[in-house]
Structures are given as C-alpha cells and as structure tokens.
C-alpha cells in the first residue's frame, strides 16, 4: 500500500480539494467571514433543436382561381372566420384561469384557432421545485457519493437542482472552509503552487468527474477556469500518473493511458466504494 494512498491518510477537511479540482467553487460569505463549496455535476443538456414555424408554413393557402378571368374576390367565408379569432382569445383566457404556462406565440397568423390537443405532459418537480429532466444514473450516483465524502470530513451538504435537472452538491457557509478558498484564490479560481495530488484528494476528485473513455481513464476539469489545468496536468505528473490533456473546452479532461498508471491511480484512490455505478472506479 502507498504511503499516500487514500486508504493509510486520515480524514481531512483539505481532501475537498479534490472537488475543486473537478470543477467545484468556492463562494465566501460578506466580508469573507465564512466559505461554501459548490459543485455541479453533469453536463448541461444540449440547446433542444429551433426548427423553423412548421406548423404556418405547412398550413395550405387558398389559391387564386386562374379560370375566372376577372380579379378575386373575398369569399362569403372571410366574415364567418372572426368568431374562431374570438375563440383563440378565450382559449388563453382559460390557460391563465387554470395556472399553466402560456407560450407566447404573438398573433396568430390565421384566423384558425389552434389545435386542441394538450401538450406534453410537465416534467418532474426537483428538489427547488424547478423541472427536472431525464437524470443521468451515474451524475445521480456521484452527488449521492459525494454528500457522505463531504460528510465523512466534517461538512454537511445538500443537494439541490438546477432548473435544467442536474444536481449540485453545496455544502453550509462554514469558518473552516476559508483557508481552502484562501488557497485556491476563488476569483479567479488558481491552483496552488505546489499541489501535492495525494490519495484523498484524488480520491474526490475520483467521485466527482472520474470514468472510463475507452482504454484510457479520465479525470474532467473544470471547464470554467482554463488557467487550471496545465497546473493540475503537472501535479498528476508529480503524483506519477503520467496524465495528458484532452477532450474539449466544454468538458476538458486529463487523460492516463496504461495499466501501470491506471493502477498507480487506483492504488492511491484506495478500495472502491460499497455501492458503485459502472465505468466511475480506476482498475
């Protein structure tokens, strides 16, 4: 076993560390009294497709009669076509009595009222009480993870949603959580010099952005602070992991390929949790 191993260091508050390594934040409290550490897990869901106005341009338009040779002229039907207009008023009239939310489409382009078919069902209701989409299993299992890691040191945490559905791990405003935030210069975020990546550390940041891709283990950063990340290359390099940058800015990751550096890495996270998801723990 590694003296630096997570399974022979003790519990420590600093081990958090690990979580601010994976893209976690710290916010201070007025004057700086007191700290919190904030983490959002998942990746944001993609912009739903804007697909043009189908409905109006599939709508047929009546087409001039090119037999008659004389000029168009307005059918009987235009003037029975107001009380459908008067129809569609009423029709979001009803939608502010019942309390459900109104789309705001501006004036219909046709007199014809819309479609009475009712839409989509509403999503889940979340913690906050903001919708909740499709939740990913392993993001719900990190979050569960990381409140008893949090817990496990002495910082009770919560999690709560955003309205997009992914769950954020934040922790009280706490005395004992400022020098983390004066270590790691929270605005902007900068890692400090030197960062010693030992197994606890690496066992949080493990929990929060760690899985496979392939051959190759990957540890995600965070995607907000750029300057983070050749500083937390170079101290998985110190920590003998022998990682490289990859991915993308939206969700860059340092990257460790080789069963000898994958093992060195699960060797200091220490043994697997009891209840683990899939494709999260380093062989």
Do not use: N
């Amino acid at each position: 076993m590694s003296f630096y191993s997570a399974d022979a260091l003790p519990r420590a508050i600093t081990d958090l560390e690990g979580v601010l390594c994976a893209g976690g934040g710290m916010s201070l409290f007025g004057r700086g009294t007191a700290a919190r550490l904030t983490i959002v897990l998942g990746a944001p869901p993609p912009p739903p497709d804007e697909a043009p106005d189908e409905d109006l341009d599939d709508e047929p338009e009546p087409e001039p009669v090119e037999s008659t040779p004389e000029p168009a002229t307005p059918e009987p039907e235009a003037p029975t076509e107001e009380p459908p207009a008067r129809a569609w008023e009423e029709g979001v009239d009803e939608i502010y009595d019942d309390d459900l939310p109104v789309r705001d489409d501006g004036a219909p382009s046709t007199p014809e009222p819309p479609p009475a078919a009712p839409g989509p069902a509403p999503s889940p209701v979340g913690v906050l009480g903001c919708s909740v989409g499709r939740t990913d299993p392993m993001t719900e299992w990190r979050a569960h993870a990381l409140c008893c890691a949090f817990r496990g040191r002495g910082v009770p945490a919560e999690v709560e949603r955003l309205p997009d559905g992914r769950p954020v791990v934040r922790s009280a405003f706490r005395a004992d959580l400022l020098p983390l935030a004066e270590h790691w210069h929270t605005d902007p975020k900068h890692v400090p010099d030197p960062l010693q990546l030992d197994g606890p550390r690496l066992r949080l940041w493990v929990l929060a952005a760690g899985r496979w891709a392939g051959r190759a283990y990957t540890l995600g950063l965070d995607p907000l602070a750029p300057t983070t990340h050749e500083p937390l290359l170079t101290a998985c390099q110190r920590a003998g992991l022998g990682a490289t940058l990859a991915g993308d800015s939206g969700e860059p990751v340092v990257r460790i390929v080789g069963r000898a550096r994958q093992r060195r890495l699960a060797e200091l996270v220490g043994d697997r949790p009891r209840h683990l998801h899939d494709g999260v723990w380093p062989d």
